[in-house]
């Protein structure tokens, strides 16, 4: 016999659990539905807030492996921030650039923008394996001071200006020559 339980409190007709004085455990309800398997959702981060931070990761990363083994590259970071038990939210690729100076005889990068959770002394030793690791030119790290909620990814910036925009001041005219 399955006795169903309403959300309230106990089924109708046994005793109330202030009048009674024995305590047994009660019987469990059971289903006869199917529950529909979960999607794959983002892990859920750490319960401990008091030792884990909510981080934004800028990569830079070789060009040339982000455009054609992307999803190795993603995997690296990935597993760089699981590595000291942190949580990747999102994992988004921005653009490729020009450097203003060469970075491991790397004129172009390619931006990655990674928003994690992780303990708080993560981050130091992250900074270390991104100068082992070759894929990886560069790297910043902020710490966000209070949980905020990661709807989405922010757009990249907006494309350099050519030429003739940067060889006109912001007053329509070119710039002075100093003789």
Do not use: C
Not at 42 to 61: D, I, K, Q, S
């Amino acid at each position: 016999m399955t006795t169903v339980v309403p959300p309230g409190g106990a089924p109708a007709g046994a005793p109330s659990p202030s009048t009674s004085t024995a305590t047994a455990p009660a019987p469990a309800a059971t289903t006869t539905a199917a529950t529909a398997p979960a999607a794959p959702a983002v892990p859920a981060a750490p319960v401990n807030t008091n030792t884990t931070r909510l981080y934004e990761g800028m990569f830079l990363v070789d060009p040339i492996a982000a455009a054609k083994e992307w999803e190795k590259v993603s995997a690296t970071l990935t597993a760089l921030i699981t590595k000291y038990k942190g949580v990747v939210r999102t994992v988004a690729k921005w653009t490729e650039r020009k450097l203003a100076y060469a970075i491991r005889r790397q004129r172009r990068g390619t931006y990655v923008l990674v928003y994690f959770v992780a303990p708080m002394d993560a981050v130091t030793k992250m900074r270390r394996d991104v100068a082992i690791n070759e894929q990886i030119l560069r790297a910043i790290f902020i710490a966000h001071p209070e949980a905020m909620d990661v709807p989405g990814v922010p757009p990249p910036p907006p494309p350099l200006k050519d030429a003739e925009e940067i060889r006109l001041s912001d007053r329509g005219r070119p710039p002075r020559r100093n003789f």
